[in-house]
């Protein structure tokens, strides 16, 4: 099949509903660049959206093979979507590399546009195909632009004086303005973002800019395409909205938490994938009080904030499987100092290094049990993007109430992902300080361990209050005083006492919400980062006429109250999880419950189709 | 002195008492860490701060349970990690006095990689290595400052590692103070210890300490009565550097820049070099601290190296007051609504 050349003469936009966008090239060529540029738009137009970025490890993998592609897919629409999309409605393809790599999640029908440029014997040999795919019939099940990119990129930058290897690397604003015109996206503010990032480098912004307007000009003016398309507006809950990452979601939470708990926040964490971004995003915001360190390694990290926490701040540390690995022995030591704490685990693909920039959830488990003794700690999950902020609250809130460490986990699909969100009014947060212990409690004395009976959750006494001073340490001791005691029946008091007070949050967090729908049978539980593909699997399930309930885990240790009873109310329940069955296992351990895994572990999000097909297998009992 | 309001109204002195917990010390009898505790708990009333003001951050080993036997605030943290957790201190709370101790499997083996970072962080911290070549609380192996060859439980033919000579390591480590004392001498102890109280960033303070039980005698050879006029070189700001029981003895440069044990007779009095703990160039300081190999070979005591320079905390509040400068102070809402706002009605 050969381009459109169809000439139309209405030229007027078609309405979607929604369009899912994925642009390929690269990992040098910028696509994650233009596609957050797209969502930006898309987001402030008042679409509703969410995204998927992927790309390689490696900085720069050689260019123009399968292993150097990168990608980043965006769904937007005019209602409220759930998942960044199964499939791709149009897939942008800068080389040969990006089309073959991305090809298998076309639809038939699906359009592509590919920069014809990049499509030469060279590029075609680096990317594995023998002949051009472009020219023998590999794509006849797709509605095919070719547009030379590159050239025109190039024909457009020269009067910018740009230098033509400089002026290529603008082909990616080429792409962005050809899509930008195709789906109808508002001008101004793409070119104002352009003005601003390339404001101290003349050539590069004239170049960008120059490549921007040639290619929304070409898609007006080449006819190439019938007539551009628009999404309009969604209808979503009346509120304020920005589009807003996982990360920075996580460190907006963090900040809005030391405020409302009256703490510093100190923040040390060591580089890591998909987790840096944190640190970067913190580290902005000095001005809020919030001390970073990026420490010497993952331990430092975490000996940093428990010494802050000693010290009376909230100390902090964020990073990925690997450093949670190192991170076990310190956890240890927060969980018998009984100081607050809080640890997020952005997770990705496992085991060792694995997958540094794919998504995973292989880390229940390890947040579970990963340390040695009877150490058992809080855990809460993400669900969303935006979601990142609440739990990030919400990890802070135990942590400081309980005196805890608290572990969080997000993935890298929710870190790198990003979302509207419709943001809490900052009045309406709640308070979540506690006080300092200021006077001593047992007789004239301070006793470090001397509990509060509802919480059990012990006195914080910061350095620098007179008469408080006392000795903590990873020695188990003596419930009350505090002191060193290795007498066997008061380690037994202890350890149940440490369980006993993890278990009591229960009584402190929300009942799981069930979206039950009267005869269902079959009960979808999930946590995490599925919460998307998950609601959207069972929409379609019930929009197909069958019955399916559904329920999402934010608090994983201690779940909440009434799980157990849910779960017995169905004859049928359902975990979907990028692992091997981690939630399965600990609700089978639990309430001796037969759920069915079901599996994804591909470093991607599952397909909401994944999910529904599974669903109707086991409605159907096929 | 520090001074308390008595109940009187009356200004009442502290005292070592006030600086002691009730806990009773379990080191072996005739430890050297005894000494060192003694030594620390005399001085405390002389510096001028309150028990209160006091963070002792230890990690694991002998030593390292030398703040349960502190009436101040202390954390007995992990093998290895005390600098990381008492940086984490000292960042939160620059106003308070925080003191590392350590030893050497804690501080040089397991945890090195913490202390060398504290040490160029230049954080405000004060870190008593206990250095007594051996790994005493687990019975008995050789650590990373034992001699090649030592035998011990896990070196039956003798042990292969070369050792690290501490002073070495932490003024390769960019540490702004470095001194070395031992457990035999209280007044030397403390005028270092005091020095390294006062010094602004992180001051490192190498203790040869004895453990009798499964290194006796390891500084014998230096420490013994009879040995220390030959065997101890006393570092003085400004003077000097000259030993032995009629200080016949001096250390100067050699042509290479390395340090020698000369006859100050033989040489004349000019060659010898005078002290200058202040030197910011740390080549001459290392030159000294490589004159002996082993402590069986005379050996500086007193401070090598003591230069200023800003402390990480000290910079980090900077930071913090130049952000709120330029910024203002955080405003919750407008950070929110950073990025491109819309409503829906
Ligand atoms: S084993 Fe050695 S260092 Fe440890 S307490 Fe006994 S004598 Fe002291």
Redesign the pocket.
């Known amino acids: 099949m050969t381009a459109e050349t169809t000439t139309s003469s209405t030229r007027r936009p078609e309405a979607l509903d929604r369009v899912v966008i994925r642009f390929a090239g690269d990992s040098g060529d910028g696509m994650q660049l233009v596609g957050d540029r797209f969502t930006d738009v898309s987001a402030s137009f008042g679409n509703d959206l969410a995204t998927l970025p992927n790309y390689p490890a490696e900085i720069r993998a050689p260019a123009g093979t399968i292993a150097g592609v990168s990608s980043f897919q965006v769904h937007i629409a005019d209602f409220d979507i759930l998942t960044p999309g199964d499939v791709p409605n149009l897939l942008v393809a800068m080389n040969p590399a990006a089309l073959k790599a991305n090809l298998q999640d076309l639809p038939p029908g699906a359009s592509i546009i590919a920069n014809l440029d990049a499509f030469e014997d060279r590029n075609l040999e680096k990317a594995g195909y023998h002949g051009n795919p472009l020219e023998d019939g590999t794509l006849d099940a797709f509605r095919v632009y070719q547009v030379p990119m590159t050239s025109l990129t190039l024909e457009a930058a020269k009067e910018t004086g740009a230098k033509p290897r400089d002026a290529e690397r603008s082909k990616n604003f080429f792409a962005l303005g050809l899509i930008t015109w195709m789906y109808t996206r508002p001008v101004e503010t793409i070119l104002h973002w352009i003005e601003e990032r390339f404001a101290k480098n003349d050539l590069v912004r004239a170049a960008n800019l120059a490549a921007f307007k040639a290619g929304y000009h070409f898609g007006e003016t080449a006819e190439l395409f019938d007539h551009p398309f628009e999404v309009h507006k969604a209808q979503l809950p009346a509120g304020r909205y920005r589009n807003i990452s996982g990360n920075v979601a996580l460190a907006y939470g963090l900040i809005a938490a030391g405020q409302q708990a009256k703490l510093p926040i100190l923040y040390a964490s060591y580089p890591i994938t998909p987790a840096s971004d944190i640190l970067h995003e913190l580290s902005k915001h000095k001005n809020f009080g919030v001390r970073t360190i990026q420490a010497e390694d993952e331990i430092a990290a975490a000996g940093i904030a428990i010494g802050g926490a000693f010290a009376g701040q909230l100390g902090v540390t964020a990073t990925s499987g690997p450093g949670v690995d190192l991170k076990s022995e310190s956890m240890g030591l927060a969980l018998s100092l009984e100081l607050p704490f809080v640890l997020v685990d952005v997770q990705r693909g496992g085991p060792s290094t694995g997958l540094p920039t794919k998504t995973e959830q292989a880390d229940l488990l390890l947040a579970m049990y990963g340390r040695h003794g009877e150490a058992p700690v809080p855990i809460v999950a993400a669900s969303t993007p935006s979601h990142c902020f609440d739990t990030a609250f919400e990890a802070v809130r135990i942590a400081v109430k309980y005196r805890t460490p608290v572990i969080l986990l997000t993935d890298g699909y929710l870190a790198n992902g990003a979302e509207p969100w419709r943001f809490p009014d900052t009045a309406d947060l709640p308070d979540i300080s506690t006080p300092f212990a200021t006077e001593p409690n047992h007789d004239g004395e301070f006793w470090p361990y001397l509990r509060d009976p509802e919480t059990l959750a012990r006195p914080w006494a910061v350095p620098g209050t007179p008469k408080l001073m006392h000795r903590v340490g990873g020695l188990e001791k003596e419930d009350g005083s505090g002191n060193v005691n290795y007498d066997p029946e008061n380690h037994e008091h202890m350890v149940r006492l440490r369980a006993e007070k993890v278990a009591r949050i229960a009584r402190d967090i929300p009942p799981l919400e069930v979206d039950h729908e009267d005869g269902a049978r079959l009960l979808v539980l999930g946590w995490g980062s599925t919460w998307g593909s998950i609601k959207a699997a069972v929409r379609r399930v019930r929009n197909g006429g069958r019955k399916v309930a559904s329920a999402h885990l934010v608090h994983l240790n201690p779940f909440p109250a009434n799980l157990g009873e849910v779960l017995a109310r169905y004859d049928q329940v359902l975990v979907p999880e990028m692992n091997l069955g981690q939630l399965s296992k600990l609700i089978r351990a639990e309430f001796l419950v037969d759920a069915t895994t079901l599996s994804k572990v591909q470093g991607l999000p599952f397909r909401a189709a994944e999910i529904e097909a599974k669903i109707l297998e086991m409605i159907d009992g096929r | 002195m520090a001074a308390d309001q008595g109940a009187d109204g009356g200004a009442v002195t502290l005292t070592r008492k006030d600086f002691s917990s009730d806990q009773e010390v379990r080191?072996?009898p005739g430890?050297g860490?005894y000494s060192v505790l003694t030594a620390v708990q005399l001085l405390m009333p002389e510096l001028g701060v309150r028990p209160e003001e006091l963070v002792f951050v230890s990690g694991i080993g002998?030593s390292s349970r030398f703040p349960y036997y502190m009436n101040t605030y202390g954390i007995h943290s992990i093998h290895g990690r005390a600098p990381a957790v008492a940086t984490g201190v000292a960042i939160a709370r620059p106003d308070l006095h925080v003191w590392v101790i350590t030893g050497d499997g804690d501080a040089l083996s397991i945890g090195g990689n913490h202390l060398i970072h504290a040490l160029r962080r230049n954080v405000n911290m004060t870190i008593l290595l206990f250095n007594?070549q051996i790994y005493?609380?687990t019975k008995g192996q050789y650590s990373p400052t034992s001699e090649i060859g030592k035998v011990t439980k896990s070196s039956p033919f003798g042990s292969l590692d070369y050792p690290f000579n501490p002073v070495s390591l932490a003024l390769g480590a960019e540490a702004s103070f470095v001194a070395r004392t031992h457990d035999m001498d209280r007044k030397h102890m403390q005028q270092v210890f005091r020095r390294a109280h006062d010094h602004e960033g992180s001051a490192f303070v190498e203790i040869y300490q004895n453990?009798?039980?499964?290194n006796d005698g390891a500084f014998e050879q230096i420490l013994s009565k009879e040995a220390r006029p030959r065997m101890l070189i006393d570092l003085r700001h400004g003077e000097p550097i000259r030993f032995g029981p009629d200080r016949e003895l001096g250390i100067a440069l050699n042509d290479h820049g390395e340090a020698e044990i000369v006859t100050v007779a033989d040489v004349g009095e000019e060659r010898v070099l005078v002290h200058d703990e202040h030197r910011p160039d740390p080549t001459v300081a290392f030159a000294l601290s490589r004159l002996a190999e082993q402590p069986t070979m005379p050996t500086p005591v007193g401070v090598f190296r003591a230069v200023q320079r800003p402390t990480y905390e000290g910079e980090l509040q900077r930071q913090l007051a130049v952000a709120q400068d330029r910024q203002g102070p955080g405003d919750l809402r407008s950070l929110i609504e950073s990025g491109g706002v819309w409503e829906v009605s």
């Open positions: 080191w072996c430890c860490d002998c007594n005493g609380l453990c009798n039980v499964f």
